[in-house]
């Protein structure tokens, strides 16, 4: 088998996992778990990429990174082609833009209120700008949401598992109230077989 996942504990790896169990594409995890006092990568997985983040995946020579390059990656190359809307169509252009807000602006706010979340009260000035853009990226999240809990047409599409993750921040967070669409959202997607095989796979993360 050549095509694996490292997959570092409580990390967005899990959403690679998850792809790979809805395409069934064989694979094989090898297994990284956070130092405890840092919580950063180990350096196994240095070794891997010189970067030591996650996820990292290894098919056959070539090693990719990044969770969206990844995801365009295995829907072409390993059956994950029924989970991308037909190029040419303005479905396809919401997928990529979708794709690519999961990790670029979604995730800046998140990160954000992680790291400041260590500082106490040095953090107190950003805090309020902080909140500000989180709502600004659920809300917006929220109203795209689709009556039948999809981004993007009436079927799970990539996006979806991309966008998973910063959906469950915002659950994680509280925040189920002020956005049920996020939440049902939430809940369709740990409702479905594969992410649930996922997560035994890949463990918990996030309190998920």
Not at 55 to 64: A, F, L, T, Y
Not at 138 to 143: I, K, L, P, R
Not at 166 to 190: D, S, T, W
């Amino acid at each position: 088998m050549s095509l694996i996942v490292h997959h570092l504990n409580n990390s967005r790896s899990q959403r690679i996992l998850w792809l790979l169990e809805e395409i069934c594409a064989p694979y094989e995890v090898k297994y990284y778990d956070r130092d405890a006092v840092t919580n950063l990568a180990p350096p196994e997985l240095i070794a891997v990429h010189p970067l030591g983040k996650s996820p990292v995946i290894s098919d056959g020579d070539r090693v990719i990174i990044e969770s969206g390059a990844i995801t365009e990656y295995l829907c072409e190359r390993h059956g994950g082609g029924h989970l991308v809307p037909e190029r040419g169509t303005d479905e396809h252009v919401s997928h990529l833009e979708w794709l690519h807000f999961a990790e670029g602006s979604a995730m800046t706010p998140i990160l954000l209120r992680i790291y400041t979340s260590r500082l106490g009260e040095a953090a107190a000035p950003l805090e309020p700008r902080i909140a500000q853009q989180l709502d600004a990226h659920f809300a917006y999240m929220e109203s795209r949401v689709g009556a039948n809990s999809h981004f993007i047409g009436s079927d799970l599409s990539a996006a979806d598992i991309m966008l998973s993750f910063p959906a469950e921040i915002a659950i994680m967070q509280g925040m189920a109230p002020r956005y049920p669409k996020l939440a049902n959202f939430v809940n369709a997607c740990h409702a479905r077989p594969a992410w649930q095989r996922a997560r035994e796979k890949g463990g918990a993360y996030y309190g998920y």
